[in-house]
């Protein structure tokens, strides 16, 4: 592979200039060699950021990674990393979310379309989107109710990230934790239990996880007897 020294300028301009070369080998060369200069190659960010919408979904992929070597100068790309989640091809969705994810607070702009990125027809997106939620963190409240809604996934890893991400989410998640013990789905008031259970301010759920020991699915009754358990030792 390629590489250009640290203190040499003109060699780094001009492999920013390939990524806007008619050749598409070019362009994904000159990604290929940004990407692996990280935070030294930070003036290429927006330019890296047009790649996103590159014609060559190689380019596009790598454009993604190598946003996501940048450090905290890739905050400059939220928009087109934003945009890149809609893009049509799963790794491109992937990796955009994971820079954002990367990015934490400072991808707060991209929380809408994290959101509808629980949704994606891809389980490693939906997976991916969940994690950069809880890298955002407690500044994107809006996305708890969503993330609540994705402990209902079928895919088992995929509810482990999600409770991850609301974990994260801190105080502002127990309102709606508390809310969640009265689903619909069983799978949403077995996993609010036991988050519950976890959270500095889980005994303000104390009444309703009681009320769910008499819930009619034996895993949600374990869930809360486990969550009552745990708060009532923690209590002062």
Same mark, same amino acid.
Request: proline share 8%; glycine share 6%; hydrophobic share 50%.
């Given at each position: 592979?390629?590489?250009?020294?640290?203190?040499? =300028?003109?060699?780094?301009?001009?492999?920013? #200039?390939?990524?806007? =070369? *008619?050749?598409? %080998?070019?362009?994904?060369?000159?990604? /290929? &060699?940004?990407?692996?200069?990280?935070? @030294?190659?930070?003036?290429?960010?927006?330019? $890296?950021?047009?790649?996103?919408? =590159?014609?060559?979904? #190689?380019?596009?992929?790598?454009?993604?990674? !190598?946003?996501?070597?940048?450090?905290?100068?890739?905050?400059? !790309?939220?928009?087109?990393?934003?945009?890149?989640?809609?893009?049509?091809?799963?790794?491109?969705?992937? @990796?955009?979310? @994971?820079?954002?994810?990367?990015?934490?607070?400072?991808?707060?702009?991209?929380?809408?379309?994290?959101?509808?990125?629980? @949704?994606?027809?891809?389980?490693?997106?939906?997976? /991916?989107?969940?994690?950069?939620?809880?890298?955002?963190?407690?500044?994107?409240?809006?996305?708890?109710?969503?993330?609540? #809604?994705? $402990?209902?996934?079928?895919?088992?890893?995929?509810?482990?990230? &999600?409770?991850?991400?609301? &974990?994260?989410?801190?105080?502002?998640? &127990?309102?709606?934790?508390?809310? %969640?013990? /009265?689903?619909?789905?069983?799978?949403? *008031?077995?996993?609010?239990? *036991?988050?519950?259970?976890?959270?500095?301010?889980?005994?303000?759920?104390?009444?309703?996880?009681?009320?769910?020991?008499?819930?009619?699915?034996?895993?949600?009754? =374990?869930?809360?007897?486990?969550?009552?358990?745990?708060? #009532?030792?923690?209590?002062?």
């Amino acid at each position: 592979m390629a590489t250009v020294p640290a203190d040499d =300028d003109v060699l780094l301009r001009q492999w920013i #200039e390939r990524l806007r =070369d *008619r050749d598409a %080998g070019w362009r994904l060369r000159a990604v /290929t &060699v940004l990407g692996s200069l990280g935070p @030294r190659a930070r003036s290429a960010v927006p330019v $890296l950021a047009e790649r996103l919408g =590159d014609p060559a979904v #190689e380019v596009r992929r790598l454009a993604a990674a !190598a946003l996501g070597e940048m450090g905290p100068d890739a905050r400059n !790309a939220v928009p087109a990393l934003t945009r890149a989640l809609d893009d049509r091809d799963d790794v491109v969705r992937r @990796r955009a979310a @994971r820079t954002l994810g990367d990015l934490g607070p400072e991808a707060r702009p991209a929380v809408p379309s994290l959101i509808l990125a629980l @949704r994606d027809r891809s389980s490693i997106v939906r997976r /991916t989107a969940a994690a950069a939620l809880g890298e955002i963190g407690p500044v994107a409240p809006t996305a708890i109710p969503a993330l609540i #809604e994705a $402990l209902a996934d079928d895919d088992l890893r995929q509810s482990a990230i &999600v409770a991850a991400a609301l &974990v994260k989410m801190g105080a502002r998640a &127990v309102p709606r934790l508390i809310e %969640g013990l /009265t689903h619909a789905d069983p799978r949403v *008031r077995r996993h609010a239990a *036991r988050l519950l259970a976890r959270s500095a301010r889980g005994g303000d759920a104390l009444p309703a996880l009681r009320r769910l020991l008499g819930d009619p699915e034996a895993p949600v009754r =374990d869930a809360a007897a486990g969550a009552v358990a745990a708060l #009532e030792q923690s209590a002062p």
